[in-house]
């Protein structure tokens, strides 16, 4: 059975982190639990993770919002709709309407499933998920933690993460992404929720930032 979050456990994850890590402690008495965190699995929002890639997450949720505003509801038949002078109108850079199509096309010709993901084990359904253009893997782990609900996963280069996680530990510089993977090791079983509260820190406590739930690197 695949472990997935929980209200519950994410308390209990919260209570394991600061039990084992007192830099991490100490964010959980400043802060208290981190939000949830939860996304609707499915092509609309891995296309707004394919927006957040790179750019401001103010700028990635407008883009979004004039997509569902011109389609309705973001499905993949609708997205193909669109012309490349609509998607750019959007706010789709054109790699970003190429990633977005090509997705849109695998999922209508059945050689792209994400319901036949969902069921899959972290390490396979984040191979599963790679092995669409332009989902690397900070995408597909920031799907897993948050559409699929996955306990175990940490973005890697996440530039919040990195930047908090120096923060809580009191370096000096923002640790490289290797060494934050490194030093997330220590985390398991709770990577997911030792990112939340990562996140949550970094957003000085609030649950949202601009109306965003989740911060892009």
């Known amino acids: 059975m695949i472990d997935v979050i929980t209200p519950h456990r994410l308390e209990a994850g919260t209570q394991w982190l600061a039990a084992h ?3 991490l402690g100490r964010l959980v008495l400043r802060n208290g639990v981190p ?4 996304r609707e699995p499915g092509f609309a929002t891995v296309v ?11 700028s990635a949720q407008a883009a979004f919002g004039r997509l ?28 970003k309407a190429e990633y ?3 997705l849109a096309a695998g999922l209508l010709d059945g050689s792209v499933d994400l319901e036949h ?12 998920l790679t092995a669409v253009r ?15 609900g996955r306990i175990d996963t940490w973005p890697p280069g996440d530039r919040a993460l990195l930047v908090a996680l120096g923060r809580a530990k009191g370096l000096v510089e923002v640790p490289a992404s290797p060494i934050a993977v490194e030093m997330a090791e220590a985390w398991r079983p709770w990577r997911s929720v030792a990112a939340r509260l990562l996140w949550h820190d970094y957003l000085g406590g609030r649950d949202y930032l601009g109306g965003r739930d989740v911060v892009a690197p």
């Not at 939000?35 to 939860?38: A, D, E, S």
């Not at 499905?75 to 998607?87: T, V």
């Not at 993901?117 to 599963?128: C, K, M, P, S």
Request: net charge negative; glycine share 10%.
């Open 21 to 23: 890590d007192p830099d």
């Open 35 to 38: 939000p949830l965190w939860r």
């Open 48 to 58: 707004l993770i394919i927006l957040e890639q790179q750019v401001s997450l103010a």
């Open 68 to 95: 569902r505003a011109a389609l309705g509801e973001v499905e993949p038949a609708g997205f193909l709709s669109l012309d490349d002078a609509e998607l750019r109108a959007v706010g789709f850079s054109r790699q």
């Open 100 to 102: 977005c199509r090509g």
């Open 117 to 128: 993901i969902a069921t899959l084990g972290d390490d396979e359904a984040r191979r599963h």
């Open 134 to 148: 332009g989902i690397g893997a900070w995408t597909a782990d920031v799907y897993l933690m948050f559409a699929l």
